[in-house]
């Protein structure tokens, strides 16, 4: 068996978000957030669940340290929660809310996990929602008032920050599908909050630059890679809008000063439009660190005419699928890392990546075998990135814990440690030994 090894100084995490693990949802000072307020609107969630205790991580904060150094971390990447921060989304600050945080991080470090945080990752305060949320444009003023509190509170203790989680997916699945909070339903809405969730990433970036902060930005972005389902040109074309609409749009505006031009496209078949000072392109395309990313599967396109949104239909893959009902494809990890450093020359991080299993605890153990393959086959996909030329920093499993996973409720469990939500008991599941063995190792096996 050849041993594959990685670079010295590769980056193995884990992930989490607030909303998914923190419970506590109103204690100690915190403000409401769409989540709760998403969560708490009956027929919103699988079984109506919320994240009002979720993996009560708020109060076990300290167990969950501890478990992440036996497992061996280097680094641990979680949200903040901006309404435990500023309940109205600006002005009072909650004390409580910035002790915990503070707590939490001087935990990781003490075990020398470095903490990697995603200022937001979709819980916005309801208080901005109420006034219009990410349709108002001065929601991305107030988000770089967050951030530069918390830069101001933590910006020497933090190496590695994200600005935003998945812009594309709060926008689309919280703004036009409505499956998401704040869960509406209008088309024109998701590219209005789309742009000023970039807009707020931009001027994050520059609040962090003009701190002078020794630490590394940058952005969490979704990305499939994505494929033709014949060699037709129409479905090559296809392969470009779907390319262009779920991976492109919230990079070509950082990296290019432009939306791609399907975006515009989509406004105008729609009979849409939606007007913004050209300049926030000079804003949004702050310069950045690094560009993180979220990978899980691919997407495979057609040609469809009768599709009038984006002209092409999606096609089910040939291989297994995760609990998710998403197919397993580990070298889409690989081609979207060669494609996306061909393109922008810049760091990435895989600040996502992982599967959702029904796992059972059986005689105090559970035997996740198939994640155990999800991750193995695509951390060799990561390696082989590197051997081909990708400056990839780092790998973060999502997730560290299984948790509450949004729409689903806790009915997908996406962790590498089991969480018995009746008794909120922890138990590592054999992928947890598994990433131990690669961590130490710094490389697996081909
Ligand atoms: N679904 N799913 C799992 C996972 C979700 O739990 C994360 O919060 C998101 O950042 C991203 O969608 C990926």
């Not at 919280?174 to 704040?182: C, F, L």
Request: some cysteine; proline content about 4%; hydrophobic content about 35%.
């Amino acid at each position: 068996m050849v041993k594959l090894v990685f670079p010295k100084d590769f980056l193995w995490g884990t992930a989490t978000a607030s909303y998914q693990i923190e419970g506590a949802w109103n204690e100690d000072g915190k403000g409401e957030s769409t989540w709760d307020r998403f969560s708490h609107t009956p027929g919103a969630i699988y079984q109506n669940q919320n994240g009002d205790v979720a993996c009560d991580h708020y109060h076990r904060y300290e167990e969950d340290v501890k478990l992440m150094a036996e497992i061996g971390l280097k680094a641990y990447r979680f949200s903040i929660s901006w309404p435990r921060i500023f309940p109205e989304g600006r002005g009072k600050i909650n004390p409580k809310g910035v002790s915990f945080y503070e707590r939490l991080i001087n935990k990781l470090l003490e075990k020398n996990i470095k903490p990697a945080i995603t200022l937001y990752h979709w819980d916005l305060p309801q208080a901005l929602e109420d006034k219009g949320g990410w349709l108002n444009r001065d929601t991305a003023k107030y988000f770089s008032e967050y951030a530069s509190f918390i830069f101001y509170k933590f910006g020497d203790m933090v190496p590695i920050w994200i600005t935003l989680n998945e812009p594309f997916v709060n926008a689309f699945l919280g703004y036009a599908w409505g499956w998401h909070a704040p869960g509406k339903k209008d088309l024109k809405g998701a590219f209005v909050a789309g742009h000023n969730l970039l807009l707020a990433h931009g001027l994050a970036v520059q609040a962090y630059k003009e701190g002078g902060y020794n630490g590394n930005i940058g952005i969490t972005i979704n990305v499939a890679a994505v494929y033709p389902y014949t060699n037709s040109e129409e479905d090559l074309r296809a392969v470009q809008v779907q390319d262009a609409f779920e991976n492109r749009w919230f990079i070509e505006p950082i990296f290019r000063k432009k939306y791609p031009e399907v975006i515009w496209k989509i406004l105008e078949k729609n009979y849409l439009s939606f007007d913004f000072p050209i300049s926030d392109f000079d804003i949004i395309s702050s310069p950045i660190d690094f560009l993180g990313i979220n990978y899980y599967t691919r997407n495979i396109v057609a040609h469809d005419e009768s599709n009038k949104f984006l002209g092409l239909k999606r096609i089910e893959g040939p291989n297994e699928r995760t609990e998710m009902g998403w197919e397993i494809y580990p070298d889409g990890l690989y081609d979207i890392l060669i494609q996306l450093y061909r393109d922008y020359k810049i760091p990435i991080y895989i600040t996502e990546n992982g599967a959702a299993y029904n796992d059972k605890l059986e005689n105090g153990k559970v035997e996740d075998n198939k994640r155990i393959e999800y991750l193995r086959e695509h951390i060799k996909r990561a390696y082989f990135a590197i051997r081909d030329g990708v400056d990839l920093r780092g790998y973060f499993i999502w997730s560290l814990m299984d948790n509450f996973e949004w729409a689903h409720g806790y009915s997908k469990r996406f962790g590498i440690i089991y969480v018995d939500y009746d008794t909120q008991k922890r138990i590592l599941k054999d992928s947890a030994y598994f990433y131990k063995k690669v961590i130490e190792e710094n490389g697996i096996e081909e």
